[in-house]
């Protein structure tokens, strides 16, 4: 049994892969591509909980990057480095400043799907999940509007991979080669015309520990508003998308919803744990670990399979059973421990709000799944496209 993030035939449904691996090799060696995976729930929760033995700071996907070269960004930084950085940015996020963002969510996804209301149907991810979040992600950072569709173009482009070595498509790199440039001539602008954007106000950010100041430099803005603009967009996008598809084919389900709005947090909740956007973390051992009786050595790459972990029977009664009235959990599709998105309650507005403003102009929908595309990404897995059509008498 192979565990290949790279295959297109895997992003089609890793899940029975993850179930195998589970049960026979819950601690599994790839030895062509050299990496470790731990698949089970506990195990994935465990070292989550250790991020100095499981590293960040060599990239957290399957491929290898030098993050040296790259822009400083916390993700890819351990304690104590990352713990000052999070600190600066954290005030960005706090429960009340995303709660204030909820008319602003609200409006724009109303402003996406009443078109789609009036023809009938469309593009499920291209005329709506994708352009959500993204609004949402551009406006908080301070990205003029009319630089926004191409900025989505170059963070999809920059999250594609191919199936061989080595992996990572030239227009990958030529995506992530333009989007640097452009956060770093934004930030220009930012100094010249500070404003109320995250961008301007991280310049500003100060945090003081033991009677030291500590301050962002330009690289660890640019570098944050790269990493957020680039999370806040993708996972939100595959996570309604992932929904929309999961609703049609449980029609009980959605009746639920349709019942009962209240639900629709759980129904962000369940999605993220049925389908997670984003699949795993890859770390890197500081030191030798032995799990299940294999000696992991210093150095090895360790994917923390967080797809199969929200889908492990061990932690999960019916675990592979699409139900948003499952009892509250504690799933990991935003990771767990140090390294948990810091993004999190933004993305759990943004679907909350999106599955709402959805179902109230679409009580009756269906999907054409033959001509849905899913996204070819190591460590994201989703939908590029949805067509779907109002119904009636579902």
Not at 22 to 35: G, I, K, M, S, T
Not at 121 to 129: C, I, L, M
Not at 286 to 307: F, K, M, N, Q, Y
Not at 361 to 370: A, G, K, N
């Amino acid at each position: 049994m192979e565990l290949n993030p790279f295959s297109h035939e895997f992003h089609e449904d890793p899940y029975p892969v993850y179930r195998g691996l589970r049960d026979e090799a819950p601690c599994y060696h790839n030895d062509e591509l050299d990496f470790y995976a731990l698949t089970r729930y506990a195990d994935v929760v465990d070292a989550s909980q250790q991020p100095t033995l499981f590293s960040s700071a060599e990239g957290t996907t399957l491929e290898r990057i030098d993050t040296k070269a790259l822009l400083p960004m916390m993700i890819f930084m351990d304690p104590p480095e990352h713990d000052v950085q999070r600190r600066l940015v954290s005030r960005a996020f706090t429960p009340r400043s995303v709660a204030a963002l909820e008319p602003f969510v609200r409006t724009t996804a109303r402003g996406y799907l009443e078109p789609l209301q009036e023809k009938g149907g469309g593009d499920f991810v291209e005329e709506f999940s994708a352009l959500l979040p993204m609004d949402v992600i551009m406006e908080l950072l301070g990205v003029p509007s009319p630089d926004r569709n191409e900025m989505r173009r170059n963070m999809d482009a920059s999250l594609e991979r191919t199936e061989e070595p080595p992996y990572i498509p030239h227009d990958a790199v030529e995506a992530m080669i333009e989007m640097q440039a452009y956060w770093k001539d934004l930030l220009e602008d930012k100094r010249a015309r500070p404003d109320d954007s995250l961008m301007s106000n991280l310049r500003q950010a100060e945090v003081t520990d033991g009677g030291e100041t500590s301050r962002l430099t330009d690289e660890e803005v640019i570098g944050f508003c790269s990493l957020i603009g680039s999370a806040g967009t993708e996972t939100l996008t595959k996570l309604l998308a992932n929904a929309a598809v999961l609703f049609c084919r449980r029609p009980d389900q959605w009746r639920k919803l349709l019942d009962d709005r209240a639900l629709a947090p759980a129904a962000v909740e369940e999605t993220l744990r049925y389908w997670a956007p984003s699949q795993y973390q890859a770390r890197v051992l500081t030191e030798d670990v032995e799990r299940h009786g294999t000696v992991i050595p210093a150095g090895s790459r360790v994917l923390l399979v967080t797809g199969s972990a929200n889908r492990d029977e061990r932690e999960y009664e019916d675990a592979d059973d699409f139900d948003i009235g499952r009892a509250a959990h504690l799933a990991t599709g935003f990771g767990h421990g140090l390294h948990f998105c810091l993004g999190a309650a933004l993305a759990r507005l943004e679907g909350k709000v999106g599955l709402e403003e959805f179902s109230s102009l679409f009580p009756e929908y269906e999907v054409d799944e033959s001509k849905a595309r899913r996204v070819h990404q190591s460590n994201v897995h989703g939908f590029a496209s949805v067509p779907f059509a109002a119904a009636r008498g579902r």
